[in-house]
């Protein structure tokens, strides 16, 4: 990929530049943290002038290799303080792979009240003054965008959410069928608000593509990287089947099941909102139970749900929100939970972040336990309008705790704790603790080795031991996945299929004739984090703020289990 | 003695959600794989009462099993 597109919001001007070389080899996270840490003074206040958006595509976005089109957004973290990579699928990166965009980078701040817009095409990048779509929700853009563009455009946009700046305001792209993916943690749609910037559109007509280096050996390559991805049967049979809502079950039984905010590891409706349950479901009513979020995806985690008449409700139906808003919040109802799904797409909210801010709320009494009428009502009328309450829940878990004086508030950095309790599985907890980006599963899923053993072996998640080694050595790997932009699934196989890794390795080689060896990706790994952890200690964190809310050393029914875990057992995270 | 096995995900397929069965005194979680015909390379977690146990592992009166493919989830 050969150019970066940079784009001053203060002065209004867009420029091309070179790649330097020293980012040759960098793509989707290591990129944007790379940019980050060396063009973001890390005491700089989120939604002003000093900070920047990045988008960056994986290194093998825009190719044939399957399972590679997410794209990286980075910042500072308004919701965290903290360096930020969030990364969606859709088709955004896919584009800006073919139109060999390695990175678009936006600075500064508009004066005024205007709000822009950007496009994104061959020629490089514009700005342009928007009115018609300012408070529209995010369906709404890329309908209207569709319309005045055409059908093709690829769209990253914000919803009400973002334009107020809510810390929970996520970033939208564009998926395959006109609906939504999401960057959705650490509130970088506030970030986007905050620059005046309501969408981005890109049209890639005239992209010149990606061309291999080596054509043979690339194609040779990505085919045993399809293999690998096929042969695993969590990514060729478990997530195709049922989707990641197959963990609730699993995650029930192991008694690490967030229910009524954290205060249970077991729902008893876990049946009511469990993978099987969707997928019959799905089956029954004429939805698709497995469905894909790009050209190229070959696992299909995603589906299509449908009301009972068989209208679409939501696509990208994920566990994590239906867990939490389905047991944390004890909604119990997949069809409330679904309608839920679609507003925070629409007016653009973290449904993590959110999803656990109802939790906390319904603690404080706000609203009652599995009450969905009033989620919704919540969602639409307060969040999607901005009043005074919504503006309190749009903030996160932590403020509402803190605006309502509630002790059991599962955040890290700030950012809300998704569907797994850290004291019955264990490794999760090191990885929320240690994380650069505060609470988030995905930079270390120690959960598939905890309780399913993948990567040899089951690291007892009710146990101490290796909990640390696993989360570090999970974290490093997770920043190949997301500079490649690879969907975090290709974890699995890369544990447990020995030929899926070296096959990477392969086709980044023969892709753009860099000399990789398997080794880069350990280098890869603890640079990334050394950089993202370096930026956070400038912006004033200490080995303190690695650490889970004081409520975990409570027990955890069914089996009681607390987070044991001393400060200096922590801290040795970082000893690499 | 009463031993409930719970089955989850594809294990469904042609079998069931839930069952309480009768099982000679001393019987071991593998056999019950074995009798319910689930490969052993396709089970990836197996919870005896909430806790993850062996294969090998004799049941006692009232336990419970479950019985789990690899699933993913993100
Ligand atoms: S596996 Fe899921 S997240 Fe990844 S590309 Fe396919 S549908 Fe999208």
Known sequence: MNKILRVNMTTLTTGTEAVPKEWAALGGRALTSTIVAKEVIPTCHPLGENNKL???????????????????AGAKSPLTGTIKESNAGGLAAQMFGRLRIKALIIEGLPKGNAWYSLHVSNNGVTIAEEKELIGKGNFAVVEALENRIGKKVGVITIGPAGEMKMLSANISVKDVDSKLRSHGRGGLGAVMGSKRIKFISIDDSGAPGIKPVDPEKFTA????????????????????????????????????????????????????????????????????????????????????????KGKYITSGFEYETIEILGANAGLGNLDQIAVA??????????????????????????????????????????????????????????????????????????????????RAIKGIGITYATSTMGADHTMGYAVATNLMGVGGGI???????????????????????????????????AADIPTCVPALVDMLNACFGFELTPEWIGGLGVNTLKTERAFNLAAGFTNKDDRLPEFFREPLPPHNAVWDFTDEEIDEFWNF | MNITVRLFA?????????????????????????????????????????????????????????????????
């Open chain 1, 221 to 308: 390559s990505a085919r045993i990287f399809a293999k690998a991805i096929m042969e695993h049967p969590g990514t060729g049979q478990g997530l195709p089947t049922f989707g990641t809502a197959e963990m609730v079950n699993l995650v029930n039984e192991a008694g690490g099941l967030p229910t009524r905010n954290f205060s249970l590891g077991r729902y008893e409706g876990h049946e009511k909102i469990s993978g099987e349950t969707l997928r019959e479901t799905m089956i029954e009513r004429g939805g698709n139970p497995s469905h894909g979020c790009q050209p190229g995806c070959i696992i299909k985690c995603s589906q299509v749900y449908v009301d009972k």
């Open chain 1, 459 to 493: 690291v007892d998640p009710l146990k101490k031991d290796g909990q640390v080694e696993l989360s570090r050595h999970l974290q490093i790997v997770t920043v190949m996945l997301d500079s490649i932009g690879l969907c975090l699934f290709i974890g699995f196989p």
């Open chain 1, 54 to 72: 990045i988008f960056a595509p994986g290194l093998l976005s825009g190719t044939t290799a399957v399972n590679s089109g997410r794209l990286s």
């Open chain 2, 10 to 74: 594809t294990f469904r397929f042609g079998r069931f959600a839930s069952a309480t069965r009768q099982y000679p005194p001393q019987t071991r979680i593998s056999e019950i794989i074995r009798e319910l015909q689930i490969p052993d390379t396709e089970i990836s977690m197996i919870m005896l009462n909430g806790r993850h146990a062996d294969p090998e592992q004799c049941l006692c009166e009232g336990d419970s099993i479950a019985l789990f493919p690899v699933v993913a989830g993100g």
């Open chain 1, 341 to 422: 799904d679609s507003i925070m797409d629409d007016i653009g909210v973290d449904s993590i972040e959110t999803s656990i801010a109802i939790g906390v709320a319904m603690e404080a009494g706000v609203l009652p336990f599995d009450d969905g009428e009033g989620v919704l009502r919540l969602l639409r009328e307060d969040i999607g309008k901005g009043t005074p309450l919504g503006r309190i829940i749009g903030s996160g878990a932590g403020h509402v705790g803190k605006v309502f004086g509630v002790t059991r508030v599962p955040v890290v950095k700030n950012q809300a704790i998704p569907a797994y309790d850290p």
